[in-house]
């Protein structure tokens, strides 16, 4: 029998801990526990052998940290190919009936980027060669656990799929706050688990199974496959008897035992539990009638930290970050400044959506890569689930992969091609996908004809094994103006859809296109679509009539607890009558108003009075009559030691704010003044604050920066110091291991592009370690960067 | 050598030495509403947890035989000299304050400055407390924890000391290759006890 059909009908026992025994039978300290399959092969199947004759179905191999990280190839081959001869000894010893052996795999030991230096591709590849030797010696199954970061569990997960057919039981360590280590909670992740398709999923190590409940529950009551717990003996402590495990094998006994009447389907042991344990598990639930795994409705996305589930309050999803019709975004996109959309995204949060739509598609750019950029860099500044916006499959597939979470995707249609293009992509990476009730005959003008090219959807995901819950369908806003009839056919789309229970997303302002105020149009169309039963919109945040309609009506059908929501959203509406600007006695100390707000560091302020002051005068002018002047003050005053860093970057920062109502006011114009510099983090950094300090202050100063981000290869740094002929590189390293990384990077520049200044900085280096690694110059803060970076420039104008 | 796990709950903030990662040496009246708001954002986004084993130790010239390595470092056999046992631990405060310092990175980094500044007064407020219980519990005084990369202890040795503690499994901690740790504010170190025998 394989061993999902045994799990339909029977609770499945794992196996108990297998480090605590091998320490306990002598491994020394600090030696790899894997390496015990070759020095100690009997003790290791004697081992297993145990846990069989206690009753467990399924053995672990020894394979926890057998990976290419940590062995040579050769050993790795070794240690898993022993690994399972052990347990298959053990098997044969006791029988082989209901007895299978998984092939475990434990974290590699590294944190993926950005916040380690392990690429997501390359934690693939990691996980996919020991899936391929397991796969090799006989696995039976994968049980891939203690995975306390989601996105490592997606790529071990990623790699068990693309590498074999075999079972998949995938499960997470929690920490105390009942999320892992990285932030997701368990909704989060069983979303994400589920959508590519793990057989079981759950939890093990980290507490004993008391402190588990919790987590354990919450995994029951969302999962639509087998639920499984392997818990610690509790926690380790020392005695007078040596170290020992706060739950003895009764108490472990019945406490898991309250969770499998709960209907947590697979039992097992992990840290400090021994072959009695398992036994005594076992015998406290045999007599249990396992409960039958409901499958689940729930339409749910999830980011890296949280879920948002469809069909209750209604979800909205931020528009913004499209360059359809936008000067400026555009003009970002093909600059490829990433920080734009960083910014949008963050500022959409701030304003109430819980999904972020990612569309970066203009012909001339590279829509794939940057759509992966924009993503890969988007959830590491928010925690929203984020909608993959694209009808490039290459692109969707590639953003797909390196997403953190369950995406929503954006969007498939009942055209033949376009379904069979997405479908297998939502299968293979999971995703609620936006179906489009259009086909090959356009769009029905009728409700109904829109309803029946969801059935066909319906039907041809069926065939994908998409189930409805991943499908949220848009019936089509279109436009009033051209068709009276337009907007009442699409809200009747929406009730009809609603009431076969499926859920529903309009592009909601697609209705009022070609009216005068549209934003009038736009709210009033929006409740009525909420009224018919709407599930979520695409929508512009920043649009107060949309706002005003979401927080209202959440407040009058009785989704809005005393009003809070809606009290705190009003709080926030401008008043009517404008606050006249201060009087401009309060400026006397400083030149004006504006450089009163960029030395006090205040953003808002800076930006309004630019735009104030844009709107009549020479936007160039005010650069260098107002902005640079304050910056001036503050930057001398950091120099003299009056001024500390965070009051200099409060001030840089109120700059920039200056200056982007500058570009919106003259988008023509060029953004920089002065010369190119390219800035990096070296190679095996990934500390890049200081970084991102210095490009801000010569943001501020008129430098077009190029910033290539950290943990750059110089190769890359040289290329493009030679592709943009940059005059100063500047390269930040923070580790003395990465210093001679910065010595390569500034040898090949030497070579490559000779006419280059390089400045160096950062906290290791020293004026002396500069001038040895053949450094021009060493600056030792941001705004010693700025004045070599004019001195740069300035001769740059002296030769012509 | 047996490894043990400790959570703790946030230790008290000593708001001073967060000025003064910051780099703000006099009045700081001016930043304390941003060091406000920072602390209130990072409020429960952090976690403070401590993996940790005790061994003996033995010091030969400058040879420090750590019972799960032996490095060659004449600074920790002048710290450690006297020491029959000492503790090695790994410290963490998560990655909940590396998300913050990367967000507000792009956003803005006058914060991205007070983030990195808490985190570094988070983690070693965690380290005093954990060396302030061990010292309790042994009711010996301790030498000053030593971290590798001090004086002449080479960074490698983070290898060993991750390899004993099993840090990943027991904390989330992660070393990468260039032996920086993430989640970043964290700190391995090892303590010598002196004035007492080892009772192991």
Known sequence: MIVKEYLKDHILYLDGGMGTLLQSCGTAAGELPERSNITRFETVAAIHQRYFEAGSNVVCTNTFGANCLKFSDAELEEIVARAFAAAKIARERCGGENRWIALDIGPTGRMLKPYGDLDFEDAVSVFSRTVKLGVKYGADLIFIETMSDSYETKAALLAAKENCDLPVFVSNAYGEDGKLMTGASPQAMVALLEGMGADAVGVNCSFGPKKLAAVAEEYVRLASVPVLLKPNAGLPRPSENGTVYDVDCGAFAAEVRALAEKGVRILGGCCGTTPEYIAALVKATEHIRPQPVVPKRETVISSYARAVEFGGAPVLIGERINPTGKKRFKEALRAGDVDYILKEGVAQQEKGVSVLDVNVGLPEIDERAMLETAVCELQAVTDLPLQIDTSDLSAMESALRRYNGKAMINSVNGKEESMAGVFPLVKKYGGVVVALTLDENGIPDRAEGRVKIAEKILRRAADYGIGEKDIVFDPLALTVSADKNAAAETLRAVELLARRGLKTSLGVSNVSFGLPHRDVVNGIFFTLALQAGLSAAIMNPYSEEMMKAFYAYNALIGRDDDCSAYIAFAAKLPERAQTAPPAAAEAEEYKSELQKAVIKGLKERAAALTKALAAEGDPLEIIRGEIIPALDVVGAGFENKTVYLPQLLMSAEAAKAAFEEIKAAMPEAKAAEKCRFVIATVKGDIHDIGKNIVKLLLENYGFAVTDLGKDVPSEKIAETAVALRAPIVGLSALMTTTVPAMEETIKRLRKDAPWCKVVVGGAVLTEEYAKMIGADKYAKDAMETVRYAEEIDASLHLRG | ?200
Not at chain 2, 91 to 98: E, H, K, M, N
């Open chain 2, 1 to 200: 050598m047996d490894v043990f796990t400790k959570t703790y709950p946030a230790p008290p903030y000593d708001k001073e030495e967060i000025f003064r990662y910051a780099g703000i040496k006099g009045d700081a009246r001016e930043f304390t509403g941003l060091a406000e708001e920072c602390l209130g954002e990072a409020e429960g986004k952090l976690s403070f947890r401590v993996c940790y084993a005790r061994f003996p130790v033995s010091v030969r010239g400058d040879s420090v035989d750590l019972a799960f390595a032996a490095p060659r470092s004449s600074a920790l056999a002048k710290n450690l000299a006297g020491c029959a046992f000492a503790y090695v631990f790994a410290a963490t405060v998560g990655i909940g304050i590396d998300r913050m310092i990367a967000k507000y990175a792009v956003l803005s980094p006058a914060k991205a400055v007070m983030f990195q500044a808490i985190g570094a007064e988070r983690i070693e407020s965690l380290c005093n407390a954990f060396c302030g219980d061990l010292a309790r519990e042994e009711g010996c005084a301790l030498k000053p924890r030593f971290s590798p990369g001090y004086g002449d202890l080479p960074l490698a040795l983070q290898k060993d000391i991750f390899r004993a503690l099993r840090c990943e499994k027991n904390i989330a901690l992660t070393l990468n290759e260039s032996l920086l740790m993430s989640p970043s504010k964290s700190v391995t170190a090892i303590v010598g006890f002196a004035g007492k025998t080892a009772a192991l």
